[in-house]
């Protein structure tokens, strides 16, 4: 399987952007496709997860602000983040629970 993760970029504080990850094959199972993200100098952390029946959770920082979606069809799952802070800027990585395996991440930094 390959996660390939895009998106990501320079934005202003409250601003938004979109985080896709393309599979390479179905990747969807009970157990899901999450979106984690990596600070500097701080531990990877779970940010949305999203389960094949379409069951999500998310971490308390992105409540209200962060959706994850997916896209069977195109085997893509994806995370709109909105009203971006400076504390959101991270490494962002999509990770198949099924698989126990990590795409490459994606840079999101949030900075006027």
């Known amino acids: 399987v390959q996660l390939q993760a895009s998106g990501g970029g320079l934005v202003q504080p409250g601003g938004s952007l979109r985080l896709s990850c393309a599979a390479s094959?179905?990747?969807?199972?009970?157990?899901?496709v999450g979106w984690y993200r990596q600070a500097p100098g701080k531990q990877r952390e779970l940010v949305a997860r999203?389960?094949?029946?379409?069951?999500?959770n998310y971490a308390n920082s992105v409540k209200g602000r962060f959706t994850i979606s997916s896209d069977n069809a195109k085997k893509t799952v994806y995370l709109q983040m909105n009203s971006l802070k400076p504390e959101d800027t991270a490494v962002y990585y999509c990770?198949?629970?099924?698989?126990?395996?990590w795409g490459q991440g994606t840079l999101v930094t949030v900075s006027s």
């Open positions: 999203i389960t094949n029946v379409g069951s999500t």
């Open positions: 990770y198949s629970f099924y698989y126990n395996y």
């Open positions: 094959e179905t990747i969807f199972s009970i157990s899901g």
